[in-house]
């Protein structure tokens, strides 16, 4: 909407004009049309403003719990197999992870940045756990599986203008000193439930079927210790 137009003195006056000395009285409905942008002022401020302190409250995270099945599984004619000696034996040991199809888990490979590490989570099979520790090396980007017909992940509601599913680049950074598995990583969580401590909110038992999950620095360096720890 074009600005208002007001009435001007003349450049060669230092008098002020009628209209300066007496403005015109507002009519009840510009009143009131003033009064109500102002509320509608306030409340967009308000909202910004509870934004901001959403966005500020969000939790960070700089850790991750990566999932992906070691044993062989066959769908659609292909096998999904994809375990940490198979990251390992990629060229420069790096690979992208490729596949997710929830929204919350392709959320947060959006939020993973360069060198952030991560466990490597063997799941889907005899003994679930974790095997071993990689690190991002390429933020999030679109992930063309999506688009290939002939790949499992094939996903035909997303449209290469407008696509739904992304994917990160990781490397293999190192094994575990000892594998630590899920029985044992339960029993701690269960422990910590009762009498507090790092693992009584870890996604993995509150949010367990993703397969990408977020984890808090002491979550993190509490799981890292127990390689230097006898089973429980």
């Not at 006056?13 to 300066?20: E, I, P, R, V």
């Not at 439930?193 to 999950?213: C, E, Y």
């Amino acid at each position: 909407m074009p600005p208002k137009k007001r009435t001007r003195s003349s450049a060669k006056s230092n008098k002020h004009s009628d209209a300066d000395a007496h403005p015109i009285e507002e009519s009840d409905d510009v009143a009131q049309l003033k009064t109500s942008k102002g509320k509608r002022s306030v409340a967009v401020k308000g909202d910004v403003e509870k934004k901001k302190n959403d966005d500020a409250c969000k939790p960070s995270y700089s850790h991750w719990l990566m999932k992906s099945e070691p044993e062989s599984r066959i769908e659609n004619g292909v096998d999904v197999k994809f375990g940490i000696e198979d990251l390992k034996a990629l060229p420069n040991q790096t690979g992208c992870w490729d596949g997710v199809r929830n929204y919350q888990a392709r959320n947060f490979m959006r939020e993973m940045k360069v060198g952030q590490q991560a466990f490597f989570y063997h799941s889907n099979c005899k003994e679930p756990g974790i095997a071993g520790l990689m690190k991002i090396v390429k933020e999030a980007y679109v992930d063309h599986t999506q688009f290939d017909k002939k790949d499992v992940h094939y996903d035909p509601s997303s449209k290469a203008d407008n696509p739904k599913w992304h994917m990160v680049d990781v490397q293999f950074e190192r094994m575990a000193k000892r594998f630590i598995p899920l029985a044992e990583l339960k029993k701690y969580h269960l422990q910590h439930r009762v009498k507090g401590g790092p693992l009584k909110d870890m996604a993995l038992f509150t949010r367990a079927r993703l397969s990408v999950q977020p984890l808090t620095a002491e979550e993190f360096e509490f799981v890292l210790s127990l390689e230097n720890e006898d089973p429980i």
